[in-house]
């Protein structure tokens, strides 16, 4: 017990109440057990710990590896009979023999314990089989106890009919101190532990108030820290520089955060792979763009005008389409109404609306300026863009008078349109 | 002393999770009428159907198996009993193949059913059909989940069974037990007039005294603990520390305010879960300090605990949806909505707030869709909506006063959230 504890810091309290809760070997325990917390608190962890270091009878099973009834039942038998090969089993009757007859063979008077992960995906299989398990105690007779983790809590998981409650219990997340204990308690062999706990005090108190996960900041930490040693490893500064260590590291850490969540594929292999680096460089992250990069999609003259027609089409009202491609339309009369209007140019915040294929071609027209005559090879070029998911095909009616809506984001627009000298923004209506 | 409280902790385990039967006074009453039946049957050869209708956790299958237990030493023929559950046959054939296996006919051989469907049914009422209500060994059919055998097609196994019930020849008694109050009405007419009507309905009208009485005798170990004198001595130590316990006024406030959410025996049980497993050499009794610990998990707000460990920047981004949803009176948002809220804010307020940039604040948003904290509208997703993932519909799931709670119990919150909270408009 001592030993689980020094292995698993900031956890004791969770350690107590599982052992207290499972008792001895023998000893009956809730028939149902359900654990919720965030992702990275340490649930699978701290259970895993106290069944192996306790040297309980468990399976473990995973509900997204298991996506079938029948996966899940026999990764369950498999796992607990002695027999070698599969275990075929179709439903919950022969499960519960199955179970019951494996068990029995064993002759074991310990409990045994089911866990099993991520099991809100139970909720969308068979509506019979979560409140099944949930009595399996009940229903093969033998001393079980199933234990379920997730993050959600309990009331996400309440169906129509009444379900058994299991006994619930709640893993909190880490505090600031906590997670530096965790934190250096995780920190590579060598180093010095006052040390590693100055540095990632220092790191916290730049992430923490962004962010919480476990995972993440660990990540973080571990990438930048040879970053934060080179000054002491090439031994221009020592350990108590702290200023210096600290005007070093930061340019790195606010660069991590610019990349807070998105694990590139450069980080932590910036000094392994030097000509990795230099594609790597080509890519400018710093903008954040949401494009798959522009540099990669070579599109056709023309289909860059039909998307960039599509995108004016799905984020224009067609009444303003008069106003833009008319020639000598003529001013537009201010009315109430229209002033009214005005105000509430939003439509890049509601999203791209559905547009059929005459209007998007009448603008491409117009926008073009030479005369292009429609051909076959034109209207492939759509369905070309459609194909690589820049438009969207809608509703039913394909042949007599198909709709389309325009999927890309405005950096990724003006981009393209730059490259062809068209002036999207000006026939934009939400900038005028 | 160890053995002692090792002693102590196998017999209130066995009262809370096994199937000790002592502790049930909620359903002596009811044992009666269900003795009387199922006497009637096995003596006079009566066939019988009956229906136990009460809401989880109020004591149907035990008092089934109480009962049972009893009469089988007291009959004078041997009751063939054939348990069928609804989680578990989930198919009239998979019913139909067990309940030859448990009665042991002809066409089984060690656990395997021959025949089809069609087959083994015609066997059944065959071997049913065969005896007299003299001769025949009685057969008591009971059927877990009753609600749910409804559900299989045509009700095939519903209407035999009761078939034979009112034909009168094997005796046999169905018994069904549910926590579905309008049973009646799922089963088919051909069914339900096969039926007798009879239902037995477990209704608990404790008031709060008894509840406080139930908690007393669960914890009060009896004469039968007594091995040595060891025993003896805690014996008495224990039980009068269980007296102090039920008159302590705290005490009795928490089982109260569990009383007036669930009257059922499982609630009381769920509270005494923790002060049982605590025990061990270092602390031998239930102390108040226990039971409040205990009720403090069992009371907590749930989605209270999510919101207390989500980042900073998910807390804006729900702060964000909050105002949203009051300006637009309950209209679903999209991301892009959520993501221009949030700009408005922090360019207030740079200093507080890292200029967080689009994608990782989608990541933020994402990671909320998982918490389940808000939900797209729809359900159905076409490519379409797939592809425009930002431009979702989505509506929030949290109430302003849980999200107010939060906020105020959120660790290190900067007090601008919290103003920007309180405050109507941006």
Same mark, same amino acid.
């Given at each position: 017990e001592n030993m689980a504890k020094n292995s698993l810091p900031a956890r004791n309290r969770q350690i107590e109440q599982l052992t207290n809760l499972f008792g001895e070997k023998h000893h009956h325990t809730v028939e149902s057990l359900y654990i919720y917390g965030h992702t990275g608190s340490g649930k699978s962890c701290v259970l895993n710990h106290v069944l192996v270091g306790n040297d309980l009878f468990h399976v473990v099973v995973n509900c997204i590896e298991c996506y079938t009834t029948n996966l899940l039942f026999s990764t369950i038998l498999e796992a607990l009979s002695f027999e070698e090969g599969r275990i075929r089993c179709d439903n919950m009757n022969d499960f519960v023999r199955c179970l019951r007859k494996i068990v029995e063979e064993r002759e074991v008077e310990e409990t045994l314990y089911i866990v099993f992960e991520n099991c809100e995906r139970l909720r969308d299989k068979d509506p019979i089989l979560l409140p099944a398990l949930l009595n399996l105690k009940e229903l093969t007779g033998l001393n079980l106890c199933a234990i379920f983790v997730s993050e959600l809590p309990w009331e996400k998981f309440y169906n129509g009919t009444a379900i058994r409650d299991p006994y619930v219990m709640f893993f909190p997340d880490y505090s600031k101190d906590e997670l530096v204990e965790v934190l250096c308690h995780l920190r590579p062999q060598e180093t010095d532990l006052e040390f590693y706990k100055q540095y990632v005090g220092l790191v916290l108190s730049m992430f923490f108030f962004a962010f919480r996960d476990l995972r993440e900041l660990r990540h973080l930490v571990e990438i930048n820290f040879s970053f934060y040693e080179q000054p002491i490893v090439d031994g221009k500064l020592t350990k108590d520089d702290k200023h210096k260590l600290w005007k070093n590291i930061e340019p790195h850490l606010t660069s991590s955060l610019q990349k807070l969540l998105m694990r590139e594929a450069c980080n932590g292999r910036q000094s392994n792979e030097p000509e990795l680096t230099e594609s790597i460089k080509?890519?400018?992250?710093?903008?954040?763009?949401?494009?798959?990069?522009?540099?990669? =999609?070579?599109? +056709?003259?023309?289909?860059? $005008?039909?998307? *960039? &027609?599509?995108?004016?089409?799905?984020?224009?009202?067609?009444?303003?389409?008069?106003?833009?491609?008319?020639?000598?339309?003529?001013?537009?009369?201010?009315?109430?109404?229209?002033?009214?209007?005005?105000?509430?140019?939003?439509?890049?915040?509601?999203?791209?609306?559905?547009?059929?294929?005459?209007?998007?071609?009448?603008?491409?027209?117009?926008?073009?300026?030479? =005369?292009?005559? +429609?051909?076959?090879?034109? $209207?492939?070029? *759509? &369905?070309s863009l459609v194909s690589l998911h820049l438009l969207a095909q809608l509703g039913q009616d394909q042949l007599d008078m198909p709709k389309y809506k325009c999927t890309v984001s405005l950096d990724f627009i003006t981009a393209i349109s730059k490259t062809v000298n068209f002036d999207v923004i000006r026939y934009l209506y939400d900038f005028v | 002393m160890n053995q002692v409280l090792l002693d102590v902790q196998s017999v209130l385990r066995n009262r809370l999770f096994g199937n000790e039967t002592k502790c049930r006074p909620d359903i002596e009453k009811f044992q009666q009428d269900l003795k009387d039946l199922i006497t009637r049957s096995v003596e006079y050869g009566e066939s019988n159907s009956l229906l136990v209708i009460g809401s989880k956790g109020s004591g149907k299958t035990t008092l089934l198996r109480t009962t049972v237990d009893l009469l089988q030493k007291k009959l004078s023929k041997t009751l063939i009993i054939v348990r069928l559950n609804g989680y578990m046959q989930t198919d009239d054939r998979i019913a139909l193949a067990e309940i030859t296996r448990q009665l042991h006919l002809e066409n089984t051989l060690g656990d395997k059913v021959f025949g089809s469907f069609s087959e083994t049914l015609q066997f059944l009422l065959e071997a049913l059909r065969g005896?007299?209500?003299?001769?025949?060994?009685?057969?008591?059919?009971?059927?877990?989940?009753?609600?749910?055998?409804?559900?299989?097609?045509?009700?095939?196994?519903?209407?035999?069974?009761?078939?034979?019930?009112?034909?009168?020849?094997?005796?046999?008694?169905?018994?069904?037990?549910?926590?579905?109050?309008?049973?009646?009405?799922?089963?088919?007419?051909?069914?339900?007039?096969?039926?007798?009507?009879?239902?037995?309905?477990?209704?608990?009208?404790?008031?709060?005294?008894?509840?406080?009485?139930?908690?007393?005798?669960?914890?009060?170990l009896d004469a039968g603990f007594c091995k040595t004198t060891k025993h003896k001595s805690f014996?008495?130590?224990?039980?009068?520390?269980?007296?102090?316990?039920?008159?302590?006024?705290?005490?009795?406030?928490?089982?109260?305010?569990?009383?007036?959410?669930?009257?059922?025996?499982?609630?009381?049980?769920?509270?005494?879960?923790?002060?049982?497993?605590?025990?061990?050499?270092?602390?031998?009794?239930?102390?108040?300090?226990?039971?409040?610990?205990?009720?403090?998990?069992?009371?907590?707000?749930?989605?209270?605990?999510?919101?207390?460990?989500?980042?900073?920047?998910?807390?804006?981004?729900?702060?964000?949806?909050?105002?949203?949803?009051?300006?637009?009176a309950g209209e679903s948002f999209n991301f892009h909505m959520v993501y221009n809220e949030f700009l408005k804010f922090t360019q207030k307020k740079l200093h507080i707030l890292q200029k967080h940039n689009k994608p990782v604040v989608?990541?933020?948003?994402?990671?909320?869709?998982?918490?389940?904290?808000?939900?797209?509208?729809?359900?159905?997703?076409?490519?379409?909506?797939?592809?425009?993932?930002?431009?979702?519909?989505?509506?929030?799931?949290?109430?302003?006063?849980?999200?107010?709670?939060?906020?105020?119990?959120?660790?290190?919150?900067?007090?601008?959230?919290?103003?920007?909270?309180?405050s109507s408009t941006v």
């Open positions: 080509a890519y400018d992250l710093s903008k954040g763009n949401t494009v798959k990069s522009q540099n990669l =999609v070579e599109l +056709p003259f023309y289909s860059k $005008f039909l998307l *960039i &027609s599509s995108y004016i089409a799905s984020y224009n009202p067609s009444s303003t389409d008069r106003r833009f491609f008319l020639k000598h339309a003529g001013r537009m009369r201010k009315t109430a109404r229209s002033m009214k209007k005005d105000d509430h140019k939003n439509c890049h915040l509601r999203g791209p609306h559905s547009f059929p294929l005459d209007r998007m071609m009448a603008i491409f027209y117009s926008i073009v300026d030479e =005369v292009v005559p +429609p051909s076959a090879g034109l $209207f492939s070029q *759509i &369905s | 005896g007299s209500s003299h001769s025949s060994q009685p057969i008591l059919f009971i059927l877990e989940e009753f609600d749910l055998f409804t559900q299989h097609k045509n009700q095939t196994l519903l209407y035999n069974l009761f078939d034979l019930a009112m034909a009168g020849l094997t005796p046999l008694v169905v018994v069904g037990l549910t926590c579905r109050l309008d049973v009646i009405e799922l089963m088919e007419k051909r069914v339900k007039s096969r039926f007798s009507h009879r239902q037995l309905y477990i209704c608990n009208q404790w008031t709060a005294e008894n509840y406080l009485q139930a908690f007393s005798d669960m914890l009060l014996l008495e130590r224990w039980n009068s520390n269980v007296v102090e316990l039920s008159n302590n006024a705290s005490v009795q406030d928490i089982l109260k305010r569990q009383f007036s959410i669930s009257k059922e025996m499982p609630s009381l049980q769920c509270l005494l879960v923790q002060p049982i497993c605590k025990l061990n050499v270092n602390h031998q009794f239930i102390t108040a300090a226990d039971i409040a610990d205990s009720a403090r998990n069992v009371f907590s707000d749930p989605k209270a605990n999510i919101l207390h460990g989500v980042s900073v920047l998910e807390l804006c981004l729900i702060i964000a949806m909050n105002h949203l949803t009051n300006i637009y989608l990541k933020a948003f994402e990671h909320l869709m998982e918490l389940e904290l808000i939900k797209p509208k729809e359900t159905t997703l076409s490519l379409a909506s797939k592809l425009l993932k930002e431009y979702q519909p989505t509506i929030l799931l949290l109430e302003e006063q849980q999200l107010k709670e939060a906020v105020y119990r959120y660790p290190g919150c900067p007090t601008e959230l919290q103003q920007w909270l309180e």
